[in-house]
Nanobody, 121 residues
Framework: QVQLVESGGGLVQPGGSLRLSCAAS????????WGWYRQAPGKERELVAV???????NYADSVKGRFTISRDNAKNMIYLQINNLEPEDTADYYC???????????????WGQGTLVTVSS
């Protein structure tokens, strides 16, 4: 099976930076798009950033200019660089990936367990 494991969350002061990582492991034939969602307390899950297999990226308007998503295909990892953090960025951040486990199977979406980012002074 496939596992996604996030890391890098923590407590940061406003204006600070964090780098989140997500590693995919298991039986992986190809990874199509993957990215990050976040869910703040009492709010719905929000798509933050996406990166495709070709390297195209897309961001939520609320994070453009502050968040940067990147991928390392050789390591099956993606990263989310978060700069100039704001209290409103406090949330659980979830990695997801659209993965094909063999050339005969349709891609499926897998999720990580989440990593908490808290922005507070």
């Amino acid at each position: 099976q496939v596992q996604l494991v996030e890391s890098g969350g923590g407590l940061v002061q406003p204006g600070g930076s964090l780098r989140l990582s997500c590693a995919a492991s298991g039986i992986i034939f190809s990874i199509n798009a993957w990215g990050w969602y976040r869910q703040a307390p009492g709010k719905e899950r929000e798509l933050v950033a996406v990166i495709t297999s070709g390297g195209s990226t897309n961001y939520a308007d609320s994070v453009k200019g502050r968040f940067t998503i990147s991928r390392d295909n050789a390591k099956n990892m993606i990263y989310l660089q978060i700069n100039n953090l704001e209290p409103e960025d406090t949330a659980d951040y979830y990695c997801y990936a659209n993965i094909q486990t063999s050339y005969t199977r349709q891609p499926a979406t897998f999720w990580g367990q989440g990593t908490l980012v808290t922005v507070s002074s």
